[in-house]
């Protein structure tokens, strides 16, 4: 069964990278946005408390933690499968490698 290939392993891996990518910028969105603006407000000092007291600020650094490292992690094991299939010199060689290591092509 090509799932349980190394292409099958590396498709869930982009999946992965491409929803903990969504999560993690989602949450950065809402921090920013939504959370941030509402702290700042004076009328909501008794609901600013019991989001922090019932934990609401705790759970979603802990889906931001979290969707950031498994970006990271999901992101590094494709860079690495790239470099085993094609060695140092071969990444490099392509335009996929040099635009991971510009950050995308920025320039």
Do not use: C
């Amino acid at each position: 069964m090509t799932l349980f290939s190394a292409d099958g392993w590396l498709f869930f891996m982009r999946w992965f990278h491409f929803l903990a990518g969504i999560t993690w910028i989602g949450m950065l969105y809402y921090f920013n946005f939504v959370q941030t603006p509402f702290f700042a407000t004076p009328e909501a000092t008794p609901v600013r408390v019991g989001m922090i007291a019932g934990s609401l600020v705790g759970r979603a650094l802990w889906w931001f933690r979290w969707g950031a490292m498994l970006t990271f992690i999901t992101g590094w094991i494709m860079i690495l499968d790239k470099m085993g299939r094609l060695g140092l010199r071969g990444f490099f060689n392509t335009s996929y490698g040099w635009a991971i290591f510009t950050g995308g092509g920025r320039s």
